[in-house]
Nanobody, 117 residues
């Protein structure tokens, strides 16, 4: 089993920055892809950023140039650096981990990010 816990969400003004973190524990040895997803009120859940164990990254068009995903293997954490935040970035953000052997995906409980004046 894999457990994921997000932290770092909160209220931030437009144009501000925020760092989200995801702490992973359990049997994470077979995880090959990590990612951040978000779901705004009344909207479908969407992929924000992803990173493979090899370090390859991808971003949603809406966040390219503003968000950066990274992994710290020593600390078993994943982070999302969010800059130039916009009101449309307001959503619940979830960390995700995909397992190669079983094709299972694991999710955190989510952390609320609100961008507002």
């Amino acid at each position: 089993q894999v457990q994921l816990v997000e932290s770092g969400g909160g209220l931030v003004q437009p144009g501000g920055s925020l760092i989200l973190s995801c702490a992973a524990s359990g049997s994470i040895g077979n995880i090959y892809r990590w990612g951040w997803y978000r779901q705004a009120a009344g909207k479908e859940r969407e992929m924000v950023a992803g990173i493979t164990v090899g370090g390859s990254t991808k971003y949603a068009d809406a966040v390219k140039g503003r968000f950066t995903i990274s992994r710290d293997y020593a600390k078993n954490t994943m982070s999302l650096q969010m800059n130039s935040l916009k009101p449309e970035d307001t959503a619940v953000y979830y960390c995700n981990a995909a397992e190669v052997t079983t094709l299972r995906e694991y999710w955190g409980q989510g952390t609320q990010v609100t961008v507002s004046s």
